[in-house]
């Protein structure tokens, strides 16, 4: 199965990218996904649910701790994995 996981995380900074924001697209990044697009306002990244899930877990425990007062997200089920 592959999902695609939208997320932003607050609070937002137009200045510069906040530390919690800077370590959830780490996060992403480096998670070895198939499709990454990261922007001011909002992130997406795609791949088989196993990576995809525990990107999630990583990217909520890490912004979080990384000074994150919220993060919303949305993952969505997109296909079948391979396909």
């Known amino acids: 199965m592959r999902l695609r996981v939208e997320f932003t995380t607050e609070p937002f900074d137009l200045e510069h990218a906040p530390p919690h924001a800077v370590v959830a697209r780490e996060v992403v990044q480096?998670?070895?996904l198939?499709?990454?697009d990261v922007g001011p306002f909002g992130n997406t990244a795609e791949g088989?649910?196993?990576a995809v899930l525990a990107a999630v877990?990583?990217?909520l425990r890490?912004?979080?701790r990384a000074g994150a007062t919220r993060?919303?997200?949305q993952v969505n089920v997109v296909g079948?994995?391979?396909a």
């Open 30 to 32: 480096g998670a070895g």
């Open 34 to 36: 198939d499709s990454v």
């Open 48 to 50: 088989g649910a196993d």
């Open 57 to 59: 877990d990583e990217l």
């Open 62 to 64: 890490r912004s979080i």
């Open 71 to 73: 993060v919303s997200l």
């Open 80 to 82: 079948e994995a391979g």
